[in-house]
């Protein structure tokens, strides 16, 4: 158990380096084909709304249920006259979008980009670069049961996040996700962009672009609460020790951010989480005190010690709120048919069937996330769950492996069992988190049926 957690931990201060060097010398950028939208009319239909109600909202309050009706009468006449459809429901609305399945595209819309097109791409998560052969794992469009999936369009989104702050807070499941946001969006950023990885002691990674005042960030903060795997470049620890009520120490570094994408789950895997009530040292050392948890209890007092934060800090009308679901690291070849001793190492297609759960990811944590998130909800707070889990479940073929930057030379015992060091946790970039960033991006800024959408089936 303790060893599997090794492979959580991993970007050092050697990838540090190695990111700021390839930017270095990474001069230009290649500039990437993206499909744009053609949202002509849905645009439309929304300024007509928006005129209409600006329109009406001087009345006072008390009067609001007939001006709504008016309001209404007001848009479908001048749907009438005009010949405009009525404004469409948003997707996220109408259409569970993280029920599906994977479908082979290899048509047209993926990659979204191309592993040298990303001079941000960290060495772990470039596949290709470092020995992958077979590139069909970039190839999968995910394909919701109830409807179309919007397509994904640089440009637009880059118009909208003008001005705004986006951070990703979590463990090394979310940088992944973070390099993706920025390999997806960078080509469509005109202008002077910067990233600095050294920010709060290298805590904070900071892309930023200068003309339209974008940030795109990331805090590391593996189990959110103050822990012994705070160091982002020097936590291969085998026991998990937290101060639970020690939030704010991080936290207060996330309060200005305009969108908040937080996850955390593979930390807390391990039997026992140490809450440590003595002052000191996080590391061990003599005299301490520490209560020892198990870890599904510890899990929910972490979800609540952070919804309590969430509620008393956050104005959920200012800040846009989303939280990760758990994904599924494919270290049980067995699961799905394979080698007893077997993990991702070598698989190159995915499950093909779309209920398969792996052994490792625990649904009593995702219960315990959702009930977290409802509670939270009653409060009136809204943190959207991005429901990954079951999509991330059938993706063994997705994963590094043994494809990714070496930092340490490796052991003859490592050498000779590729399995047992192959990451199974992370995810090859371009690849499926990806994925997660247009669904995510699709709940940001809800996108109409209108439009323009991946082809259907
Ligand atoms: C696309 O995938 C299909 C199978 O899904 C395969 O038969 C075809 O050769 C592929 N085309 C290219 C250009 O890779
Ligand atoms: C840039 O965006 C931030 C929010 O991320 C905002 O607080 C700031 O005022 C903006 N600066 C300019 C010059 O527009
Ligand atoms: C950075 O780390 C040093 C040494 O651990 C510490 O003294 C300092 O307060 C930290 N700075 C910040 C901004 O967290
Ligand atoms: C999230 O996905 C899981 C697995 O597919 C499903 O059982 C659960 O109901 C979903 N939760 C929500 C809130 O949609």
Avoid at 149 to 166: C, Q, S
Avoid at 208 to 232: C, F, K, Q
Wanted: hydrophobic share 35%; proline share 5%; net charge positive.
């Amino acid at each position: 158990m303790a060893k599997k957690h090794y492979s959580i931990g991993l970007w050092n201060m050697k990838t540090l380096f190695h990111c700021s060097v390839v930017m270095f010398l990474v001069g230009g950028l290649a500039t990437l084909v993206f499909y744009r939208n053609n949202n002509q009319v849905a645009g439309n239909v929304n300024d007509v709304k928006v005129t209409l109600i600006t329109k009406t909202s001087t009345t006072p309050a008390n009067e609001n249920e007939n001006m709504n009706t008016d309001t209404n009468r007001i848009v479908s006449h001048h749907q009438r006259r005009l010949k405009i459809p009525p404004p469409s429901l948003s997707l996220t609305d109408t259409c569970d979008l993280f029920s599906g399945r994977w479908v082979h595209d290899n048509k047209s819309h993926y990659p979204l980009y191309k592993e040298d097109e990303c001079p941000y791409l960290n060495a772990d998560l470039a596949c290709l670069t470092y020995g992958r052969k077979d590139s069909k794992y970039q190839q999968w469009r995910w394909q919701p049961h109830g409807c179309d999936f919007p397509r994904f369009d640089g440009k637009a989104i880059v118009e909208r996040l003008k001005g705004k702050r986006l951070l990703f807070v979590g463990d090394s499941v979310n940088r992944n996700q973070w390099d993706s946001m920025m390999c997806m969006l960078h080509s469509s950023i005109p202008g002077k962009k910067k990233l600095n990885m050294g920010g709060l002691n290298h805590t904070l990674y900071s892309f930023r672009s200068i003309d339209y005042n974008i940030s795109i960030d990331y805090y590391w903060a593996p189990m959110l609460v103050e822990s012994n795997g705070d160091d982002p470049s020097n936590h291969r620890l085998d026991h998990r020790t937290i101060r639970i009520n020690s939030i704010e120490k991080h936290a207060r570094h996330w309060v200005d951010a305009d969108i908040l994408v937080f996850n955390t789950y593979l930390w807390w895997r391990l039997p026992i989480i140490k809450f440590l009530k003595s002052p000191g040292s996080l590391l061990g050392g003599p005299n301490q005190v520490y209560d020892e948890v198990n870890n599904v209890r510890a899990y929910k007092k972490v979800l609540e010690i952070w919804s309590k934060w969430v509620h008393s800090h956050i104005d959920p009308a200012k800040t846009k709120l989303f939280f990760m679901g758990l994904t599924a690291t494919h270290s049980r070849a067995a699961d799905w048919g394979g080698k007893k001793q077997g993990t991702c190492y070598k698989e190159t297609e995915p499950v093909m069937d779309d209920q398969f759960w792996e052994s490792g990811t625990d649904p009593k944590m995702l219960q315990i996330l959702e009930a977290s998130l409802n509670k939270l909800k009653a409060k009136g707070v809204n943190v959207q769950l991005m429901n990954i889990t079951q999509l991330t479940q059938c993706r063994k073929d997705a994963h590094p492996t043994v494809h990714k930057k070496i930092w340490h030379p490796l052991t003859d015992a490592q050498k000779r069992n590729p399995e047992r060091t192959s990451d199974c946790t992370h995810w090859c970039l371009p690849g499926v988190p990806d994925i997660w960033n247009e669904l995510l991006l699709a709940h940001i800024f809800p996108v109409t049926e209108t439009a323009s959408l991946y082809k259907q089936r």
